[in-house]
């Protein structure tokens, strides 16, 4: 089956510590996105690269980078990880940007931050 | 004023009730708006989405949109127990796929 795959599902990491996150998709789609969810909140865009092009949310944080070296791949790098970055990171795809193309979501990596 | 906002519920429904989840949106020029379903500590899972005014039906999910009050619903028929989860609302602003999400409304159906 098509589908979005997050690697690890679980990371533990310690304060300032470098961490990467990956996704994986088969489902040939171009567009990729990194969300941070919190408990009990709305999830919040990153980034999103469509085809090779990076566009990032005017307020996130200068210490989320992200890769995508093919279509397939895309990488959430936290360069150094503090308290408040403890959440849960998912990656999604859509066809294009169009408004009738929905995201589709990998399981998602849970973030503790020690 | 959030972009998107939900109740955040919880909402409590027997099983075989209809529940009804509501959503409203300040981007008056929003063009397309998405149902999805998120179980605790999984991720969001589409049900479906509406861009026309009305009504678009689903098996057990109906979608309803008025733009003209901002507004969009969702219908569950016949709740089963398996539906309880928190439901996200997301609003499609144009054509960067700019989709903004409501923090969601917790379902509990009771059997």
């Known amino acids: 089956d098509a589908m979005v795959i997050q690697n690890p599902r679980y990371q533990v990491t310690q304060f300032g510590k470098p961490v990467t996150l990956s996704c994986s998709q088969t489902l040939n789609h171009n567009v990729m996105y990194w969300y941070q969810q919190k408990s009990s909140q709305a999830p919040k865009l990153l980034f999103h690269?469509?085809?090779?092009?990076?566009?990032n949310e005017a307020d996130t944080p200068d210490n989320f980078q992200s890769r995508r070296p093919n279509t397939s791949f895309c990488f959430l790098d936290i360069r150094s990880p503090g308290l408040g970055d403890a959440a849960m990171y998912l990656c999604?795809?859509?066809?294009?940007?169009?408004?009738?193309?929905?995201?589709?979501f990998g399981n998602g990596t849970r973030l503790t931050v020690t | 004023q959030k972009e998107v906002e939900q109740n955040s519920g919880p909402l409590s429904v027997p099983e075989g009730a209809i529940a009804s989840l509501n959503c409203t949106y300040s981007?008056?020029?929003?063009?397309?708006f998405f149902w999805y379903r998120q179980y605790s500590g999984k991720s969001p899972e589409l049900i479906m989405f509406?861009?026309?005014?009305g009504d678009k039906e689903d098996g057990r999910f109906t979608a309803q949109l008025n733009k003209a009050s901002q507004y969009v619903s969702l219908l569950i028929r016949d709740s089963q127990p398996s539906d309880s989860a928190t439901y996200l609302c997301a609003v499609n602003r144009g054509n960067n796929n700019d989709m903004r999400f409501g923090a969601g409304t917790r379902l509990t159906v009771k059997p």
């Open positions: 981007d008056r020029g929003s063009q397309s």
């Open positions: 690269y469509y085809d090779k092009d990076f566009n």
């Open positions: 999604a795809t859509s066809r294009d940007r169009g408004p009738d193309s929905p995201l589709h």
């Open positions: 509406i861009y026309s005014n």
